[in-house]
C-alpha cells in the first residue's frame, strides 16, 4: 500500500484515540497501543504515531520498531535515537518518557514475549537483514 494511505490511517487512528483517550483505537490485534509523541530530529516538528506496546513493572512500556518488517527503522525510532525524550499517551494518560534501546540481555527476555503477543513481529524480522529494535520507554521529570 502507498505511503500517504499510512499516513491517513495513522491520523485518524490518533484523532479517534484522543477524542475517546483510548476507548476507541486503544487495541489492536489483541494488544494494548499507546500513542507515541517524538520531536523530529530534522525538523522539530512533534508527530504521534499509534504502536502496539507491552507494559512492564515500574511503569515501563515496550514498543517495537519494526516498520512492518521495512529495511529502514521508522521515523520515530531516528527521532528517539538523537532525542529520547517523548510523550505517551496510554490508557488515558499522558507522561513524558525517555527511549532507550533494549540491551541484548533484555531483548533476548522481552522478543519471545511480544512474539507471544503478536506474532507479526517474528515474520516482521524475517522481511529484512536489519535487527529490528526493542524500545523500552521509562518514566521521566
Not at 125 to 139: A, Y
Request: charged share 25%; hydrophobic share 35%.
Amino acid at each position: 500500500m502507498p505511503n500517504w494511505f499510512f499516513k491517513v490511517m495513522s491520523s485518524i487512528h490518533v484523532g479517534l484515540y484522543r477524542a475517546t483517550k483510548g476507548r476507541l483505537g486503544g487495541r489492536m490485534v489483541g494488544c494494548d497501543v499507546c500513542l507515541l509523541t517524538t520531536t523530529g530530529s530534522k525538523t522539530g516538528i512533534q508527530r504521534t504515531a499509534p504502536l502496539l506496546c507491552f507494559p512492564e513493572p515500574g511503569d515501563k512500556l515496550v514498543i517495537i520498531a519494526s516498520k512492518g518488517g521495512a529495511d529502514k527503522a521508522p521515523a520515530w525510532w531516528g527521532n528517539l535515537q538523537k532525542n529520547p525524550r517523548a510523550e505517551v499517551e496510554y490508557k488515558g494518560a499522558r507522561k513524558s518518557m525517555a527511549a532507550r534501546q533494549a540491551s541484548p540481555e533484555e531483548k533476548a527476555r522481552l522478543w519471545p514475549m511480544v512474539v507471544e503477543r503478536y506474532a507479526g513481529y517474528a515474520e516482521y524480522q524475517k522481511k529484512t537483514t536489519r535487527d529490528i529494535p526493542v524500545v523500552i520507554l521509562e518514566p521521566s521529570n
